[in-house]
């Protein structure tokens, strides 16, 4: 996703800063393994009957899944350029987002994975919404991204990313909000709780580690982000990876581990619900 960094001398760190050309573009051709398969929703179901059965908090609730950027952003800057209102300044409609070294792309990666959440969410009586309906087009600008979980009166949303670091950069990270006044204030306290959940689930059911390069213990609080601060209901990104850190951009270019990582994303929210 866009990093912006607020004065940080971590500021080498970041490759996909606000130019809209460095985070690889969108017009490579995408990794292999892009198509959804059937939804594979007992994966992560424990064996013991004790609990709960897993994913039962799932059912009535209204998720939305925000796949970051999207297929054609990177041929139409003026549109994607286009500076809109996040409540405490303004911010690009959108971004083009990163890429690993082998050309997989960020948005097909978050589109893939975001597809797979929806199967498994819907699969547990979840009605879920995506931000998006293709991996072809333009947009929606970070405002409806937010806009759409506000309009459908979600209650919880998850906007999914992969980073573009520097290669000895790896790990995965929360980034959650910090309260704007008059904005997005009253959802921050639910969204840290949805937040923890996903990063407890992501950590375990994927093996990937705590960032080493954001956030403390995962989790990042930021204001700079319109799909937060303009979001009145609870709403986290994952930073799932770094697609410039080899072993990372391997897995996240992997049909296995895009389902895997789906799993863990769904066994967070019903974590979530289920708290
Ligand atoms: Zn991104």
Redesign the pocket.
Known sequence: ??IHRRGSTAAALAL?LGALTA?GGGSTPQGQGSSVPPPTSESTTPSGAQKPAEGAALRGRTIVIDP??NGANGEHPSEINKQVKIGNGSKACD?T??ATNAGYN?HAF?WDVSNRLAKLLKAKGAKVYLTRKNDTSVGPCITERAGLGNRVKADAALSV???GAPASAHGFHIIEPIAVKGFNAEMVPDAHRLGVALRDAYRAGTGIPYSNYRGKKALDPRDDLGGLNLSKVPKVFI?CGNMRNPSEAAKMSNASFRQRIADSLASGFDAYFAS
Do not use: I, L
Request: hydrophobic share 15%; aromatic share 0%.
């Open positions: 996703m866009r996909c985070c970051g950027h971004t987002g990163t960020e978050t990313h992969a980073d930073e």
